[in-house]
T-cell receptor, first 111, second 113 residues
Framework: GQQVMQIPQYQHVQEGEDFTTYCNSS?????IQWYKQRPGGHPVFLIQ?????EVKKQKRLTFQFGEAKKNSSLHITATQTTDVGTYFC???????????FGDGTTLTVKP | DGGITQSPKYLFRKEGQNVTLSCEQN?????MYWYRQDPGQGLRLIYY???????QKGDIAEGYSVSREKKESFPLTVTSAQKNPTAFYLC????????????FGDGTRLSIL
């Protein structure tokens, strides 16, 4: 079945440093969604990318969808303590009826 | 998410017991989902339903059952056949369509006594 791999599994950064998580699929994706789960909370939808090479920004967060639509990244500039949590990508293969979640990247930020 | 209510927040199960987790949404969403999350792990799909009176197995359906008799409700039963049920269970809903963003409830944490 479709697999969506996320790396790294964990990332520890000093406040103010940048952070990037990568999402890779074995198959071409129709779209990719990104979610954030705060510690003890539930996933919250952040954004969806649909077009090849698409780049979207939300304040300090930059989301990219690869040209081949098989990979995506989330980059946070100058991390803050409020950025802590687990970031998940979810992708739907072009022939799949549902999205598959990656295992997530857990970000911790040291003040 | 205020539109999806999961209950209870914590649940304890004895060996050999079936337990049912509740999920109710008032977002008028057609699709509903159940996920299992283990510590440090991602979200694994148990069951999903795109419309009332219809549902499909996800990646880890064995030992679980669901029903979708009403649009707003999608209860999950963890049966005694599920040998390792201790986990965090998340319910989600979305508008109809495979690419719609999912809205999650606060989850139910199930433990074995």
């Amino acid at each position: 079945g479709q697999q969506v791999m996320q790396i790294p599994q964990y990332q520890h950064v000093q406040e103010g440093e940048d952070f990037t998580t990568y999402c890779n699929s074995s198959t071409t994706l129709s779209n990719i969604q990104w979610y954030k789960q705060r510690p003890g909370g539930h996933p919250v939808f952040l954004i969806q990318l649909v077009k090849s090479g698409e780049v979207k920004k939300q304040k300090r967060l930059t989301f990219q969808f690869g040209e081949a639509k098989k990979n995506s990244s989330l980059h946070i500039t100058a991390t803050q303590t409020t950025d802590v949590g687990t970031y998940f990508c979810a992708g739907r293969g072009t022939n799949a009826g549902k999205s598959t979640f990656g295992d997530g990247t857990t970000l911790t930020v040291k003040p | 998410d205020g539109g999806i209510t999961q209950s209870p927040k914590y649940l304890f199960r004895k060996e050999g017991q079936n337990v049912t987790l509740s999920c109710e949404q008032n977002l008028n969403h057609d699709a509903m989902y159940w996920y299992r999350q283990d510590p440090g792990q991602g979200l694994r799909l148990i069951y999903y339903s795109q419309i009332v009176n219809d549902f499909q197995k996800g990646d880890i359906a064995e030992g679980y059952s669901v029903s979708r008799e009403k649009k707003e409700s999608f209860p999950l039963t963890v049966t005694s056949a599920q040998k390792n049920p201790t986990a965090f269970y998340l319910c989600a809903s979305s508008m109809r369509g495979a690419d719609q963003p999912q809205h999650f409830g606060d989850g139910t944490r199930l433990s074995i006594l």
